[in-house]
T-cell receptor, first 116, second 114 residues
Framework: GDSVTQMEGPVTLSEEAFLTINCTYT??????LFWYVQYPGEGLQLLLK?????DKGSNKGFEATYRKETTSFHLEKGSVQVSDSAVYFC???????????????FGKGTKLSVKP | EAQVTQNPRYLITVTGKKLTVTCSQN?????MSWYRQDPGLGLRQIYY???????DKGDVPEGYKVSRKEKRNFPLILESPSPNQTSLYFC?????????????FGQGTRLTVV
């Protein structure tokens, strides 16, 4: 079945460091890909998405490119801030019909801590 | 403000005592779903609903029930909770089911069953 694998955390960086969180997926066909972020004590919120191969999603300085050839969707940011400390989830939308299309398949999450 | 509201945020209960976690959205979304989040497992879908009176099982439905009598509400019911249902639960909604639609999440309900 469909699955998402993302790098294990936690990841600890200093402010202004470069961030990469790896995400690879297994799916039938070409799913849409998402990064969600969960700040402490809050629910998940969409960070960015890409719906087809070679699309680049971007938001708040974060970027990720849908790579069909490597089945990857790595999250990057050039200069992290303390306020970026959160748990990041890579996800894909399950292919199927009807309601099963809405099912998001999540990775296990990567906790990022940014130190001043 | 567009939001998904869950209640309660925290709940401690005993094995076998029926409980309901409420979920309400104010965005007129058709699609709603429940997830549970467990350490090392990420989020897994429990049940989903495509519209009023239309519900179906997700990946981990055992021990749960849901109902969708109104478009805005999607309660999660645990008829006889057990300790393995101790988890963090999230309700989510989106405009419609589909590959490209954004899901909006509630703030979560942390349930402990002793």
């Amino acid at each position: 079945g469909d699955s998402v694998t993302q790098m294990e955390g936690p990841v600890t960086l200093s402010e202004e460091a470069f961030l990469t969180i790896n995400c690879t997926y297994t799916a039938t066909g070409y799913p849409s890909l998402f990064w969600y972020v969960q700040y402490p004590g809050e629910g998940l919120q969409l960070l960015l998405k890409a719906t087809k191969a070679d699309d680049k999603g971007s938001n708040k300085g974060f970027e990720a490119t849908y790579r069909k050839e490597t089945t990857s969707f790595h999250l990057e940011k050039g200069s992290v801030q303390v306020s970026d400390s959160a748990v990041y989830f890579c996800a894909l939308s399950a292919l199927g019909y009807g309601g099963s299309q809405g099912n998001l398949i999540f990775g296990k999450g990567t906790k990022l801590s940014v130190k001043p | 403000e567009a939001q998904v509201t869950q209640n309660p945020r925290y709940l401690i209960t005993v094995t076998g005592k029926k409980l309901t976690v409420t979920c309400s959205q104010n965005m007129n979304h058709e699609y709603m779903s429940w997830y549970r989040q467990d350490p090392g497992l990420g989020l897994r879908q429990i049940y989903y609903s495509m519209n009023v009176e239309v519900t179906d099982k997700g990946d981990v439905p055992e021990g749960y029930k849901v109902s969708r009598k109104e478009k805005r509400n999607f309660p999660l019911i645990l008829e006889s909770p057990s300790p393995n249902q101790t988890s963090l639960y999230f309700c989510a909604s989106s405009l419609r089911p589909g590959r490209n639609t954004e899901a909006f999440f509630g703030q979560g309900t942390r349930l402990t069953v002793v």
